[in-house]
């Protein structure tokens, strides 16, 4: 059956929602899961451990996690950096000043799309919310469809994220040991979120067409029943 066909004059049309829309509910909960979790976890890129005596061990895009780096600003060669630490990092003397070489603009870049996508992640679960707890039916296709567009406009940020950190992330030019650095699986999970904010985001476009057609179907066969 199209999109555009009619309706069977026996169709349940006050059936909230759809076989598509319970679908994408459950991609959606997986998506947030997946997205979330590389938002936040220090595997982006990481150091292969077989290697003995490397610097770098991994990081995310807001914590660094470092075997034993050298403070390339320490003319005496007295002072080296281990541990995790968030990039903004306030206490530890002379990490401000090498920020721009563990964070250089490319990674800049990484972090503000996939932050913009994340933000519309974020927005777009506060609008199924609303959605499924108090939104009036009136305005019920036109908030599927926000959402819909919110996704796809928070994938295209995501996937421009992923492109460039998969071009530059494990690079000569960017972590020392560049050779044993590799794409981790934080960079994974992203990929599949970002991937699945497309299936996500079509799915609620359809959802939308679905339940505007059964209002149309609705509205012939209860012509007096129209909204004010």
């Not at 403070?71 to 306030?90: M, Q, S, T, V």
């Not at 359809?206 to 209002?215: G, L, M, N, Y």
């Amino acid at each position: 059956m199209g999109f555009d066909e009619p309706l069977p004059a026996d169709a349940d049309v006050h059936r909230e929602r759809t076989l598509t829309g319970k679908i994408a509910l459950v991609v959606l909960v997986v998506m947030i899961v997946f997205v979330t979790t590389s938002f936040v976890t220090t595997n982006w890129l990481e150091g292969d451990p077989k290697f003995y005596g490397t610097k770098f061990e991994k990081l995310g895009l807001w914590v660094h996690c470092f075997r034993s780096l050298p403070d390339y600003n320490d003319l005496k060669h007295e002072r080296f950096y281990a541990g995790c630490r968030w990039i903004f990092n306030p206490f530890t003397e002379g990490y401000a000043e090498i920020r721009t070489y563990i964070v250089p603009p490319f990674f800049v870049a990484t972090q503000f799309f996939y932050t913009i996508s994340f933000v519309g992640m974020l927005v777009s679960a506060g609008m199924i919310l609303m959605y499924l707890l108090c939104i009036d039916d009136y305005y019920r296709v036109k908030v599927l469809r926000w959402i819909g567009f919110d996704l796809i406009v928070s994938a295209i940020c995501g996937t421009i994220a992923l492109i460039i950190f998969g071009a530059l992330g494990d690079g000569r030019d960017f972590m020392p040991d560049w050779e044993q650095n590799y794409l981790s699986w934080s960079f994974g999970l992203a990929f599949v979120g970002v991937f699945l904010m497309y299936v996500v985001s079509i799915l609620f476009i359809v959802e939308a067409r679905i339940i505007q057609r059964k209002e149309t179907a609705r509205e012939s066969q209860f012509p007096m029943e129209k909204r004010v």
